[in-house]
């Protein structure tokens, strides 16, 4: 808790003091739905039916990656490590590989696409085996990380 309240304390002394730089991220051709970041990168959904990863450190317009596969708006995203993991209006969740290796972005690709829900994947949440989605359907469903397949479903 003491280094938790040590930086706390600085981002506010810093923010009061006027010591802050503001960068603004553009990219989307429609609104932003839902964000996720961690300490390298912003990861954005959106109306625009894509998702983009951004680099913090850079901010430059080449490094940001675009990921298009949903066929609707994306409305939620789960960001760990390198595995994000995308739900959409599509009715559809998918699993991205986010390794990037060296400067580019070449091997950040979709590896599963879950599908089963009848109506907008509205939230998720991962662990290391299962995700757990949630939907204007009126359920639940519990997915096998790895194979994809709907493990349990609650209404």
């Known amino acids: 808790w003491k280094e938790m309240f040590a930086e706390r304390f600085r981002v506010r002394r810093n923010w009061l003091l006027g010591r802050y730089t503001v960068r603004t991220f553009e990219g989307h051709s429609q609104g932003i739905s839902c964000v996720q970041f ?63 290796t060296g400067k580019d972005w070449s091997s950040a690709a979709c590896r599963v696409t879950m599908i089963g829900h009848m109506h907008t994947v509205r939230c998720l949440q991962v662990d290391d085996n299962k995700v757990v989605s949630g939907s204007y359907d009126k359920t639940l469903k519990v997915w096998d990380l790895s194979s994809g397949q709907c493990c349990l479903t609650l209404r």
């Open 38 to 100: 961690d300490e390298q990168r912003i990861v954005s959904g959106s109306s625009d039916k894509t998702i983009k990863v951004w680099d913090i450190r850079t901010n430059k317009p080449w490094s940001a990656l675009t990921l298009a596969g949903h066929s609707a708006t994306v409305r939620c995203l789960h960001l760990s490590g390198d595995r994000l993991v995308s739900g959409s209006a599509d009715r559809t969740i998918k699993v991205w590989d986010l390794k990037n």
